[in-house]
């Protein structure tokens, strides 16, 4: 049973457009959201996180956009950059669940000169 | 400010072998996690520690264990081997509770 799902497993954008990458889960324990970008032979590295009482969060080119009734949340990355080709990961937790995070199957974005 | 870091980078194990894999967190977190990533399955939780005890434990046999010391520093241990062991192992350590957390870039097991 996938609780954190990222149906699209690549992306492809233009470099200078807006990257918009999905995540839909279905616990509704889940208040705590966060986006990881993986590079290979890399660790994930966090990006930007949300709690379920925001809806929006903000950090410089990186937005993510929280909807609790549908369960779904995404990041936009604003304008694109060669140097955002990654793997992308959402994850979630349940703050009493303590720091175990559920991660999605990632989206490869690839950006293009 | 140093990373989570991780110890070694690359192991090869025959089945039937143990492993123990060393993580070292941000200096002032006390918080380690261990996740188990592989290609079919993505990335999973395996355990969870803070101030050397373990407050989550993910669906893995007990053949996968774990500490934390008292300086924060955790290891993890694999007993009796399988071919399905074969996975990248990430640390992740964090400030407290609600705070993000902030991943090495893992030991690469290989069973042989």
């Known amino acids: 049973d996938q609780q954190v799902k990222q149906n699209s497993p690549s992306l492809s954008v233009q470099e200078g457009r807006i990257s918009i990458l999905n995540c839909d889960y279905t616990?509704?324990?889940?208040?705590?959201f966060l986006w990881y970008k993986k590079y290979p032979a890399e660790g994930p590295t966090f990006l930007i996180s949300i709690s379920s009482i925001k809806d929006k969060n903000e950090d410089g080119r990186f937005t993510v956009f929280l909807n609790k009734s549908a369960k779904h949340l995404s990041l936009h990355i604003v304008p694109s950059q060669p140097g955002d080709s990654a793997v992308y990961f959402c994850a979630a937790s349940a703050i009493q669940g303590a720091q175990k995070l559920v991660f999605g199957q990632g989206t490869r974005l690839t950006i293009n000169p | 400010k140093a990373g989570v870091t991780q110890t070694p980078r690359y192991l090869i194990k025959t089945r039937g072998q143990q492993v123990t894999l060393s993580c070292s967190p941000i200096s002032g977190h006390r918080s380690v996690s261990w996740y188990q990533q592989t290609p079919g399955q993505g990335l999973q939780f395996l355990f969870e520690y803070f101030s050397e005890t373990q407050r989550n434990k993910g669906n893995f046999p007990g053949r996968f264990s774990g500490r934390q010391f008292s300086n924060s520093r955790s290891e993890m241990n694999v007993s009796t081997l399988e071919l399905g062991d074969s996975a990248l192992y990430l640390c992740a350590s964090s400030l407290s509770l609600g705070q993000p957390q902030h991943f090495g870039d893992g030991t690469r097991l290989s069973i042989l």
């Open positions: 616990n509704s324990m889940f208040d705590y």
